[in-house]
């Protein structure tokens, strides 16, 4: 077989989609050029790692892969190939060690993102892998991307681009979701984008918002009407905020709760403030002798509740049904939060919507578009906290890349096949 001259193949965002995609290629023996917005590389990566960055879960994978929701179908290849064990060798690899979290979690030592992605930069250049920064991507066709520099137009010649513009949170970032317009342009579907991971309004009291914004609720179980009318009840933990409630626990929920204000305008969360106990055992403490004490100071001392249970109380129930020993034992074990909204989408830790999985094949390349493919959060998935946008955004970008090997290399069969049948004609 001859020699084929280096393929050009450009990545567009330099998150860890697309620089999981640039190793993938570049390791394949291509000339690889990795483009970005922004002045330096990775920014979104380098804000997950400020709350402790979480890579991947280790659960079972039949576990993991129902994390994607239905997108778990499309994903579960990718998934399987580049799996939580796969991204923790990676990331041994670079001389980053890890540890399993209590709960699964799959953390670096130091949990921290920048000596990581210094690790990885270095390694990635030592490859080959060339960057060029505050390249915005504005058009593209057949043969050429064009891009705003602070120099002017700039134009590249490709042979394959891998895009990995990201969702649409958290702009400053890089991830503005523009790029969706130009999809458009070339008739590539895309859904629109909604908040993931994100925070509710609730109309709370000035009261209660000037007292208790900023006040976790611990060990607290939540329940919530799917659309399609299914319970669903997660036990963890939330914080009450100025406009409403955020947190892990608010977060795993996100996507069933946004999809019930979508079709009624609001939804009802139940609390179990007390998921330990019993709803019999919670009455017969509420009814125990209280002498002189108030009932607050009663609920803190037979059952444990807080000032900001207290104050949940007050705040979702009237008088009349509090004094009503029966009813408020029913309530702790099931009190109503109304929930009105999802917070601004720019404050989402993640997005879902973007392109249609419709438009991919298996190798993540538009049909309609041979040449182009896409990875990480611009593709139209979601999943909760929990190491698992991370863990989609490196097996995509896997996927991607290896995607891009594969389809150069058969364009050099396709030419070798054109020059043997050419000479074969002289
Ligand atoms: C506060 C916070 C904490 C998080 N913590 C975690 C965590 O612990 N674990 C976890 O799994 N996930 C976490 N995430 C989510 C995770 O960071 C993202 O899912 C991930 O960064 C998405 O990767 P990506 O490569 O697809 O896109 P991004 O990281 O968003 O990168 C996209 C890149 O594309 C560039 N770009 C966009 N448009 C253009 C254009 N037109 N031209 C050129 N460049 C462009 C952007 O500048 C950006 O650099 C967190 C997110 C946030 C906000």
Redesign the pocket.
């Known amino acids: 077989m001859k020699n084929h001259q280096k393929k050009i193949v450009v990545v567009?965002?330099?998150?860890?989609?697309?620089?999981m995609a640039a190793e993938q290629v570049v390791l394949g023996g291509q000339d690889v050029h990795v483009?970005?917005?922004?002045p330096s590389?990775?920014?979104?990566?380098l804000?997950?790692?400020?709350?402790?960055?979480?890579?991947?879960h280790s659960e079972k994978f039949d576990q993991f892969k129902f994390r994607y929701r239905e997108k778990s179908e499309f994903l579960e290849a990718c998934l399987k190939d580049f799996d939580s064990e796969s991204i923790r060798t990676w990331v041994h690899d670079l001389g980053i060690q890890t540890f399993i979290g209590t709960s699964g979690r799959v953390f670096p030592v130091d949990m921290k993102a920048a000596p990581l992605l210094r690790a990885w930069l270095h390694r990635l250049k030592s490859q080959g892998v060339q960057f060029h920064m505050r390249?915005?991507?504005?058009a593209g066709d057949e043969d050429k991307l064009s891009?705003m520099t602070p120099e002017g137009l700039v134009e590249r010649h490709y042979d394959a681009v891998v895009f990995?513009?990201?969702?649409a949170?958290?702009k400053r970032?890089?991830?503005?979701g523009?790029?969706t317009k130009?999809f458009e342009t070339h008739q590539v579907r895309t859904i629109e984008f909604q908040p993931s991971n994100c925070g509710f309004m609730v109309n709370w009291s000035n009261y209660f918002r000037e007292k208790f914004a900023g006040t976790p609720l611990t060990n607290i179980s939540v329940s919530v009407k799917r659309s399609n009318d299914e319970n669903l009840t997660k036990l963890g933990q939330f914080v009450v905020t100025e406009r409403g409630v955020e947190g892990s626990l608010i977060y795993s929920l996100s996507a069933d709760i946004r999809e019930k204000i979508r079709i009624d305008g609001f939804v009802d969360l139940y609390l179990d403030l007390l998921p330990g106990k019993s709803a019999e055992r919670v009455f017969s403490e509420l009814n125990a002798p209280r002498g002189s004490r108030s009932l607050s100071s009663h609920l803190r001392s037979k059952l444990g509740l807080h000032p900001v249970h207290c104050a949940l109380i007050h705040e979702c129930l009237t008088d009349e049904v509090i004094q009503n020993m029966q009813q408020l034992a029913s309530f702790l074990k099931a009190l109503p939060i109304r929930l009105i909204g999802t917070c601004p989408i720019d404050e989402?830790?993640?997005t879902a919507g973007g392109v249609d999985f419709a438009e991919l094949n298996h190798d993540f390349m538009l049909q309609s578009k041979p040449g182009w493919f896409c990875?990480?959060?611009?593709l139209d998935w979601e999943a909760p906290?929990?190491?698992?946008?991370?863990?989609a955004?490196f097996a995509t970008?896997v996927a991607a890349g290896r995607g891009v090997t594969n389809w150069l290399s058969a364009m050099n069969k396709t030419e070798d096949r054109e020059k043997i049948d050419g000479d074969e004609d002289v």
């Not at 567009?12 to 620089?19: N, R």
């Not at 400020?50 to 890579?55: D, M, V």
């Not at 390249?135 to 504005?138: G, Y």
């Not at 990875?375 to 611009?378: C, I, L, N, V």
């Open positions: 567009i965002g330099a998150g860890p989609a697309g620089l483009f970005d917005a922004m590389v990775g920014r979104k990566f804000m997950a790692g400020k709350s402790g960055l979480n890579l991947t390249h915005k991507w504005i891009f990995a513009l990201g969702g949170s958290w970032l890089g991830s503005d523009l790029w130009i989402a830790i993640s990875a990480g959060e611009m906290t929990g190491g698992y946008l991370l863990s955004c970008g």
